[in-house]
């Protein structure tokens, strides 16, 4: 994150936590309003408020404005200078979270799974093709959001509700992130990259299916392990951990 980008979540956070441009909805002043409170472009301005909003901060609400989300939103810190986390922080620790729960979560999901839960994955997984084989213009949106369908379905699969609630919490700062990445990707000249994530994705799902809890397991975190590759790549990703570190050791020695 550049200095100046830096600098104005900062001010933002600082004017916001003073609460005096905060109304009784929790109603931010207009983007002109605050760039001249902050004495920024415009342009600046809305990174910042891109930042806070994929931070799960604040919300921009189409023809209403900029609102700040409630002290109970998602288990997110109740004042927003408490343990914040940048961006980029976040996009590791999240994927960290991730490397954690999903093979186990994709392992209990093939054991109890119901016909219900069968018939929405193969319905996501449907989804998922129409899209890859359509290229239409809003294929990386549509992409994500089946892509967080299918997953949550996963989760949803564990009878685990308290799982599922934490995997919800992360797919939300995991969203822009997943969007962006679908772009590149069909901005690329490697189109063999979304025909292997949608690949990935059809073996995860048929070992579910089948109930093969291993494969499920295995399956899951191919899958993983891939999307930490590309998130690497595009420098969205800043390793931080040992579970992350030793991974990049692993694939070096190999």
Request: charged share 30%; net charge negative.
């Amino acid at each position: 994150m550049n200095d100046s980008r830096k600098k104005t979540i900062d001010d933002l956070m600082e004017l916001i936590e003073s609460g005096s441009v905060i109304d009784e909805r929790g109603k931010l002043p207009t983007e002109r309003v605050l760039s001249d409170l902050l004495k920024v472009s415009r342009t600046l301005l809305r990174e910042a408020i891109v930042s806070l909003e994929a931070m799960g901060l604040l919300e921009v609400r189409e023809r209403q404005g900029i609102f700040l989300l409630g002290r109970g939103n998602r288990d997110l810190p109740p004042r927003i200078g408490l343990a914040f986390l940048w961006p980029m922080e976040t996009l590791g620790q999240v994927m960290e979270i991730r490397q954690i729960i999903e093979g186990k979560a994709a392992y209990l999901a093939s054991l109890r799974r119901t016909d219900d839960e069968v018939e929405k994955l193969k319905a996501c997984l449907g989804e998922l093709k129409m899209i890859f084989s359509g290229h239409g213009s809003d294929e990386a949106q549509q992409g994500a959001y089946w892509n967080t369908v299918l997953h949550n379905t996963i989760f949803q699969a564990t009878h685990n509700t308290i799982l599922s609630r934490i995997h919800e919490n992360i797919t939300e700062l995991m969203e822009k992130s997943i969007v962006s990445m679908r772009m590149q990707i069909l901005d690329s000249e490697q189109p063999e990259r979304a025909a292997a994530i949608l690949q990935q994705h059809e073996d995860l799902v048929n070992a579910i299916v089948m109930q093969d809890s291993h494969k499920a397991l295995k399956a899951a975190e191919s899958h993983l392990g891939y999307t930490f590759d590309i998130l690497e790549e595009q420098s969205k990703l800043n390793p931080f951990s040992e579970l992350l570190t030793r991974r990049l050791e692993i694939n070096s020695e190999s």
